[in-house]
């Protein structure tokens, strides 16, 4: 991948992979509670970015029952949807990026 596309895919995680396992990790401790292997590996998700930590949520998420991943997924798009300033939020502190008109 070229440097430059590896870049912009690394800022797109931030602005959308961050909060979204953010948001599944606090649905997590909620639905499984805190101690729950796949919480914990949502929650170093969140907080890396790293793609070790992001493979591993994603193999947590899978380990899950249908029924559990399911309900979970939802629960998570919901923050989302719900709370849109939490996606908001990563682009404000990114700053302005070039002339806007």
Known sequence: MPPRLSMMMAAMFDIVGKPLFAALATCADHQLGSGHACTKALRQ????????????????????PDEAR???MAAGHR?????????LGVLD???PRGKLH
């Open 79 to 87: 923050v989302l949807r719900e709370n849109p300033a939490s996606l």
């Open 70 to 72: 399911e309900a979970l």
């Open 93 to 95: 502190a990114m700053g």
């Open 45 to 64: 998700a969140a907080a890396s970015g790293a793609r070790e930590d992001v493979a591993i949520a994603e193999d947590a998420l899978r380990a899950l």
